[in-house]
């Protein structure tokens, strides 16, 4: 039967949602008119069609991710097949009308949904926007089939909970201006209100398909602007009414009208963190050694403190903040992850920490992402004392005035470190343990100069964007830095293509060393190298890639990681990435980058004419900002590379040399150990020197363990909790448009080439399209052979982001599971300006 909300009597009848809209309505909370089509609809549409016996054939496994994925499948073309009786649709030719005028929003209402200690947040159907009567028979049928998408199995066989049934309700859908959340006990700053919002509908906010505004609300506090003061007033009122903190969904309508939608308990449990792998799986794209882990700990700790004290934060401030970031990374899987939840609980300690917050996100790409999947708690608002905020935007100014000075200090420390490890095999075991500590010192105490870097292509990107924002509008902040990033003067980055260029044009005019490469360069690299450097006639050849690789063989894929072969030692890897270079006759890159800083030129001008002349030389300033800052930061990161692979040879050769004293099995032993282990160790400190070898091989078997899985991209646990089973039970389907966020303008069409990591580059041909998850710089070479680019992570200021707009390669990050859905071998449009990634049907003729 139809429930009006004012008649529900039990939560059996209608489901938690909606009994608690009606116990809202009750409580003369203002609630859109809606009626409910109750349980026994639902249970009569699973009983006639006999599902529970469908269902009860498949099987799931947490262990076995596929599982879940395959079994929503399953029971998605059952209920596609399913009738709905007729019982129902007799009702539905009432309900519409019923709940008021269209269009109307048609919400699960699950029996289990909404508790306490289950709320089932987002992974039930709620469709927008239903018109008419034929689309509300669809859109009833969606939201049954969602009680079994494989999310929600996931998430009840996880949790060990289970849905006991589903009425669906039928509501108007309000005209908002503005909607969002009220957290009445805020995620991180415990009694206070949390509030986070967005113009328009709300929908993609509680879907986490775009970054909020957020608001604190100290409790007992009253904020004077509207919506909000009403809205706080409602928040507390209902947390009192119903027994507890409430997570409160709401609206305001086109005549300033405050609505709730929903409020439901929240999940009671500890405090959670949120962890996500989202730009530093640019720099670690593999699994960490616990060498790597214990660097990068202590590393990034000391690189947000020391960056905070050359910003003028006080000590008091950062002491306060010094668990954070002690723990602002983690690892899952094995992997390196940044830890969310502490880096904004750090940067809440700052002044304007909101506007840092939103600058870091912007710097890593969380926004250009759409905002952490997993649902970012809301930043906290730090108070802000004048005179502090002042000191520190003095510091920061006078910091980034004299950034060319300071990196090339960090240039030139980097240099002598790496002079000072030239002749490692003549060094003693003492000498090796002093570069050790020479790197640790580097890496803890001398890294400001490089992360000041950082913060200026952080704060000018951000400067870029609230400049467009403010006088084009946010779909111009959004598009139109991927064409004014075009062909950044200067940049390192293009040092390897261009190279690599020059190399292949000195063989296409070696005939013999030509064919040679035909032959050999795929099956036999190691017989060509020989082959070059044994026959005087390429001679030439030989003299310039020896250059190339003392000058550029340290820049590989997963050049920090400390496990990965480079180059320089395996120089013949090289010559299969530098053989597709032969067959192109041009444009060269540095042709290509004069044809991108041409557009670049064009959209600059297009802007100036819309601008007024205060603006424009704002504007201006910030993209010069913008451009240079990010010069810089590529100019640190190839000497952080640099520095990394010479660290590197220190700790093989110090492994090298205690195997010959017979204190190790194997010449990587020191990978498993902590940094301050073999510090203890090997200068006489430690408490059980007998077991390192035991505990050394222990780690190795767990390490390749973690390894062979696969993690989610984004996770958030309880503290103190570790994901037991690393698997992500995303639904992934074969839909024939993926969406994501365009960072290189332009359209290619091509041949999707899927990889893992660059040693599958083996046959990648001119114009293939790149799809990986993630880049890094190691990547270059390939991209200039690239038609076009599809990365399911990354960032407007990702280096994978930076290389394709100097290339002109059309680009689209933030692709969820694009690695996974697109298959090599396939045809692919990508269309870097709109984001979008469409799969060509076979034969389909290119448009």
């Not at 608690?20 to 069609?49: K, Q």
């Not at 005028?101 to 699960?108: C, D, E, L, M």
């Not at 997570?247 to 929903?262: H, P, T």
């Not at 400067?463 to 830095?481: E, I, K, N, S, V």
Request: overall charge neutral; aromatic content about 8%.
């Amino acid at each position: 039967m139809i429930h009006p909300i004012a008649a529900i009597e039990s939560t059996e009848q209608v489901g938690g949602k909606a009994a608690t809209l009606a116990r809202l309505h009750a409580l003369g909370v203002p609630v859109p008119e809606a009626v409910v089509l109750g349980c026994e609809h639902f249970e009569r549409f699973v009983r006639d069609n006999r599902l529970d016996a469908t269902f009860a054939e498949l099987s799931l496994d947490l262990a076995a991710p596929a599982s879940f994925t395959a079994a929503a499948e399953v029971m998605r073309r059952a209920v596609e097949r399913a009738a709905v009786p007729s019982a129902t649709l007799a009702e539905l030719s009432a309900i519409g009308p019923a709940a008021g005028p269209s269009p109307w929003i048609v919400r699960s209402s699950a029996i289990g949904e909404d508790s306490e200690h289950a709320s089932f947040a987002g992974q039930l159907d709620s469709l927008l926007d239903v018109r008419s009567a034929a689309a509300l028979e669809q859109a009833l049928r969606r939201c049954w089939g969602s009680y079994w998408s494989a999310r929600v199995l996931f998430y009840q066989r996880a949790r060990g909970c289970r849905l006991q049934g589903m009425g669906v309700i039928v509501q108007r859908m309000i005209d908002a201006a503005m909607g969002g959340v009220l957290f009445t006990r805020s995620p991180t700053e415990g009694e206070a209100l949390a509030i986070e919002y967005v113009h328009g509908h709300p929908g993609e906010l509680v879907a986490g398909a775009v970054e909020p505004e957020r608001l604190t609300v100290a409790r007992g506090s009253r904020p004077s602007a509207a919506p909000f003061a009403e809205l706080v007033e409602i928040g507390l009122a209902l947390e009192r009414a119903l027994g507890g903190p409430q997570d409160i969904e709401w609206l305001v309508d086109r005549a300033d009208k405050l609505w709730i939608v929903q409020s439901r308990p929240i999940t009671r449990g500890p405090a959670r963190q949120l962890f996500s792998n989202v730009n530093v799986n640019e720099n670690y794209p593999r699994p960490i050694s616990p060498l790597l882990y214990s660097i990068a700990s202590d590393a990034y700790q000391s690189y947000f403190a020391n960056l905070g004290r050359q910003l003028g934060v006080r000590e008091a401030a950062l002491e306060r903040v010094e668990q954070p970031l002690r723990h602002c990374v983690g690892a899952v899987g094995g992997r390196l992850y940044y830890n969310l939840t502490n880096i904004h609980r750090a940067i809440a300690a700052a002044p304007f920490a909101a506007q840092l917050g939103a600058a870091f996100d912007g710097f890593v790409g969380l926004d250009d992402e759409g905002g952490p999947a997993a649902g970012q708690t809301p930043t906290p608002r730090s108070r802000v004392r004048w005179r502090d905020a002042a000191r520190v935007a003095g510091a920061a100014l006078r910091s980034l005035a004299s950034l060319d000075r300071r990196v090339a200090a960090f240039e030139a420390r980097v240099d002598a470190y790496v002079a000072r490890t030239e002749a490692l095999e003549d060094m003693s075991i003492e000498q090796l343990l002093a570069r050790f500590h020479e790197f640790l010192d580097l890496r803890f105490r001398r890294w400001t100069d490089a992360s000041l870097a950082d913060l200026a292509a952080t704060l000018g990107y951000a400067w870029l964007r609230w400049t467009l924002q403010r006088t084009l509008g946010a779909d111009a902040a959004r598009r139109l830095p991927q064409t004014l990033l075009l062909a950044i003067p200067e940049l390192v980055s293009a040092g390897p293509i261009d190279a690599l260029w020059q190399l292949s044009r000195i063989a296409r005019a070696d005939p013999p060393l030509r064919e040679a490469f035909v032959r050999l360069a795929g099956d036999e690299p190691e017989r060509l190298l020989a082959i070059i450097r044994a026959d005087p006639r390429h001679r030439e050849f030989h003299a310039a890639f020896d250059d190339y690789v003392r000058t550029h063989g340290f820049r590989v894929s997963g050049e920090l990681l400390l496990t990965t072969e480079s180059y320089v030692d395996r120089p013949a890897a090289l010559l299969p990435v530098l053989a597709p270079y032969l067959d192109i006759e041009g444009p060269s890159p540095r042709e290509r980058q004069a044809t991108q800083a041409a557009a670049r030129d064009r959209a600059i001008a297009g802007v100036d004419r819309r601008l007024t002349w205060a603006w424009r030389s704002l504007f201006h300033a910030a993209l010069r900002a913008t451009q240079r800052a990010i010069g810089y930061r590529e100019r640190a990161r190839l000497r952080q590379a640099l520095l990394y692979s010479r660290f590197r040879a220190v700790v093989r050769q110090l492994g090298v040399e205690l195997v010959a004293r017979g204190r190790l099995r194997r010449s990587d032993d020191l990978l498993f150990a902590s940094w301050r282990e073999i510090d203890a160790w090997l200068t006489g400190h430690s408490m059980f020197p007998a077991l390192f070898g035991e505990i050394v091989e222990l780690r190795r078997r767990e390490h390749a363990r973690i390894s062979a899985t696969r993690p989610p991209d984004t996770v958030r646990l309880p503290v103190g909790d570790y994901l037991e089973t690393p698997i992500d039970p995303r639904e992934v389907g074969e839909p024939g448009t993926l969406a994501g966020v365009g960072v290189a303008g332009g359209r290619a069409i091509g041949v999707a080439r899927v990889l893992e990591d660059l040693s599958q580059a083996g046959g990648f041909q001119r114009g293939d399209c790149l799809v990986a998850r993630q880049t890094d710089p190691g990547w270059a070479p390939l991209f200039y052979l690239a038609g076009g680019l599809v990365m399911e992570r990354g960032g407007m200021l990702s280096h994978g982001a930076i290389v394709a707009r100097e290339l002109g390669i059309p680009g689209v990050i933030a692709v969820p599971d694009a690695a996974r859905i697109l298959r090599s071998g396939e045809r692919i449009e990508i269309d870097g300006d709109r984001g979008r990634v469409r799969r060509l049907a076979r034969g389909e003729v290119d448009a």
